[in-house]
């Protein structure tokens, strides 16, 4: 087997095989001269077992290319590791070719890089031939390197990724077990608290209403960010995925349903064209909806009842969902932030637990979609989201 080139100092060496006359001596004396490292090689054996310990490039003479030597080659050659194509250079007779000559050179194809050089040979054609073969040698073994380099970036990629792999999991782990077993203490603690602030009441003490009134609201702001949590945990829990082709406009009615009595108190204005099967879960698209459209009614302007307007455009098979309203709106420098935990613009005037557009975010890449949104303060504000379509829009 071929050795890797730092493995032997004689990775730019040149083996001689020219078995008749003084050819090998000759050519070894010239290229001496010329700063080349020779070594001559008096039989093809040798020739090979000098090649696998490492070599930059092989003088072959093409009488001593007879079938059982080409064999030979061929099967050293053989052990190559990928990046190598080790360069042969064979030295052919002069004049008029003979049919054996023809037949040898005939058989060097399985040899691959072979040069061709005809005899009598120049020493400046010579020179400048190996000199050729030993450039292109050394590129290889740069190659070499370079997937040397390559092979160990990806195993520390990889122990990196498994890491990765392994904390996520455990995280994820973590969020929903907490946040499901939050679920318990905190009925029992809304039940007797209740009870409790019943009691309170009874006395008929303004401050200790207030404090009922905080306590009330403190337990059903907990309850609001477990809920979350768990629906959070739910998207990012790593089983297989319902994928199979969805009516979008399914999905937006089981929003509105859920949402009808905050829509009648609002007022608002919803308008919808016909929305597109897409490659998704009618559930969690749900969800998305549910949440565009409940943060469009949350965020409406004083006093102005919210306008709502969806669409749906398709570009290379990708659909483009646009949820368009005329709230509050947000600053565009803030476009990329309202996507992340826990993250809120109106923490004081407006309730919420900053987990709604992470938990649509997450649900959307999970599908090969993705979400944003631009907005201009105090001028609504559009959020859009793409998923993978089916086919033509259905009527809605």
Request: charged content about 20%; hydrophobic content about 40%; aromatic content about 8%.
């Amino acid at each position: 087997m071929m050795l890797l080139p730092n493995s032997s100092a004689g990775s730019e060496r040149i083996p001689i095989h020219a078995p008749f006359g003084r050819d090998s001596e000759l050519i070894r004396r010239e290229l001496d001269a010329a700063a080349f490292s020779t070594v001559a090689c008096d039989s093809i054996n040798e020739l090979c077992a000098c090649i696998g310990e490492g070599a930059g490039a092989a003088l072959v003479a093409d009488e001593a290319l007879i079938p059982g030597a080409i064999e030979c080659l061929a099967a050293q050659l053989s052990n190559q590791p990928v990046w190598s194509n080790f360069p042969l250079v064979v030295m052919t007779s002069g004049g008029a070719a003979t049919k054996a000559s023809r037949y040898r050179l005939s058989l060097l194809e399985p040899l691959g890089n072979v040069t061709l050089l005809e005899r009598p040979l120049r020493q400046e054609t010579l020179v400048s031939s190996l000199h050729a073969a030993l450039r292109a040698r050394r590129h290889q073994y740069q190659l070499c390197d370079l997937l040397a380099e390559l092979a160990e970036s990806n195993r520390e990629l990889k122990c990196a990724n498994d890491e990765l792999t392994r904390a996520n999991g455990e995280l994820e782990e973590f969020a929903y077990a907490s946040s499901h077993d939050l679920q318990e203490p905190l009925r029992m603690v809304n039940i007797y608290t209740h009870l409790i602030l019943k009691a309170v009441a009874e006395e008929h003490d303004a401050k200790l209403c207030q404090y009922r009134e905080f306590v009330r609201q403190g337990i059903d702001r907990m309850e609001a960010l477990i809920r979350d949590l768990l629906t959070f945990s739910h998207t990012i829990q790593a089983n297989d995925l319902p994928i199979e082709a969805s009516e979008l406009s399914n999905s937006w009615n089981d929003a509105l349903s859920v949402l009808q009595n905050r829509i009648e108190e609002s007022g608002a204005l919803i308008t919808v064209c016909p929305l597109p099967r897409v490659q998704a879960d009618a559930a969690q698209i749900t969800h998305v909806f549910q949440n565009l459209l409940s943060n469009s009614i949350k965020y409406c302007k004083p006093g102005v009842a919210p306008e709502i307007h969806v669409c749906a455009e398709e570009a290379d098979g990708i659909w483009t969902i646009a949820f368009r309203d005329n709230g509050i709106g947000f600053d565009q420098q803030y476009a990329d932030r309202i996507f992340g935990l826990f993250k809120r613009l109106f923490k004081d005037e407006y309730p919420g637990t900053g987990l709604g557009l992470a938990i649509c975010k997450r649900i959307l890449e999970r599908y090969g979609g993705r979400i944003w949104a631009t907005s201009k303060a105090g001028q609504g504000a559009t959020f859009y989201f793409s998923l993978p379509g089916v086919s033509s829009p259905a009527i809605s």
